[in-house]
């Protein structure tokens, strides 16, 4: 049920096998549905924060943003660009750390031979293709940006960029702060284990399974033993990682780190400065990049993918959404063809 129109499902069987699709119907009375995407979409804000509400945080009962770009062939690298930023990318601060730490010392070689380490020939064979005068890191980011973000981008995506940072000398503690500052989970076990260090990892699976989240006690029982305390679990960096994860997570019906903080004792007014601003939405950044590619694409064919995403919430919140609009500006616009058996 999208704005394509269809009359074979729009006509009524003379025996009553088929019922006319009266949403369908009024989508198509009431949205033009030859409009392009750029115009009734991606230009009107409101439409937008509606698709970006419904499609950014992935949900285990739908689908969201990363199956759209699956239904119009969005290259990996594009995906990567939607979800991860340069401006906040974790392997970007590591390595301008290293290079503020190690100016002289650390040059692309040494990169080369990190990402190596790690089994990232394919982004060493990125860095071979760019002719550097003085193998400098500055060189690198300065005259080769796109191959530079290529590598943060993919280091951040495949949460590469902790073992390179070990390969190159990072030390453990700069890592977890780096972690720290783009976690709120992270941030709020930091501000747990100060107050209380000897909080044991028992006490917090209690916690937890309080909140029903026995997936993170899943991941403790794996890593740590029930008598280890915070402390353990800040020093255990991969444990750390996987529990974050998991409660940082936004899902509808799901607790998370804000539940978690407010039961170990977090005050509310730390809770919410530690609440992440605004975070660039990839649904909006993808959807730039669909009409980019393709200028000419109708709304017919967008909802008809999101049909297939069987997203018909979706789609009768964007008809609602455009609708309003249309109805504010024009009245209602039918433009599409109207079954014969209308009336």
């Not at 290529?150 to 780096?178: A, F, S, V």
């Not at 069987?310 to 433009?335: F, M, T, W, Y």
Request: proline content about 5%; some cysteine; glycine content about 4%.
């Amino acid at each position: 049920m999208g704005i394509h129109f269809n009359q074979k499902k729009m006509l009524v069987d003379v025996e009553g096998v088929h019922s006319l699709d009266m949403t369908c119907f009024c989508f198509v009375s009431s949205v033009n549905c030859q409009s392009l995407v750029r115009d009734a979409i991606v230009a009107n804000v409101n439409v937008m924060d509606e698709l970006a509400r419904r499609l950014d945080q992935p949900d285990p009962n739908s689908q969201y943003w990363e199956h759209l770009a699956a239904e119009f062939d969005v290259p990996e690298d594009v995906k990567m660009k939607c979800q991860h930023s340069l401006e906040n990318s974790p392997t970007k601060h590591m390595l301008d750390i290293k290079e503020a730490e190690d100016t002289n010392d650390f040059s692309v070689q040494k990169l080369k031979i990190g990402l190596g380490a790690i089994s990232r020939k394919d982004l060493v064979q990125k860095v071979e293709k760019c002719p550097l005068s003085t193998g400098s890191i500055q060189e690198l980011r300065g005259s080769y940006p796109d191959t530079f973000e290529t590598i943060c981008l993919q280091l951040d995506h495949y949460d590469n960029w902790k073992p390179l940072g070990r390969n190159i000398g990072i030390p453990d503690e700069t890592l977890r702060q780096i972690a720290t500052s783009t976690s709120c989970a992270k941030t709020v076990v930091e501000s747990i284990e100060k107050k209380n260090p000897t909080l044991t990892v028992k006490e917090m699976q209690d916690v937890l399974k309080g909140m029903k989240r026995r997936d993170v006690c899943d991941v403790l029982h794996k890593y740590l033993r029930d008598n280890d305390t915070i402390v353990t679990l800040r020093a255990n960096l991969d444990c750390l990682e996987k529990v974050a994860v998991l409660l940082d997570k936004e899902t509808p019906g799901m607790k998370n780190w804000l539940h978690f903080a407010h039961e170990l004792g977090v005050s509310k007014d730390e809770c919410d400065s530690l609440k992440p601003k605004e975070r660039p939405s990839p649904t909006r950044a993808l959807m730039k990049y669909i009409v980019q590619v393709d200028p000419d694409l109708t709304v017919e064919r967008f909802t008809d993918a999101l049909e297939k995403m069987q997203r018909k919430d979706v789609v009768s919140a964007l008809k609602n959404k455009i609708r309003a609009k249309q109805d504010a500006k024009e009245g209602p616009n039918i433009s599409c063809p109207a079954s014969r058996n209308e009336s």
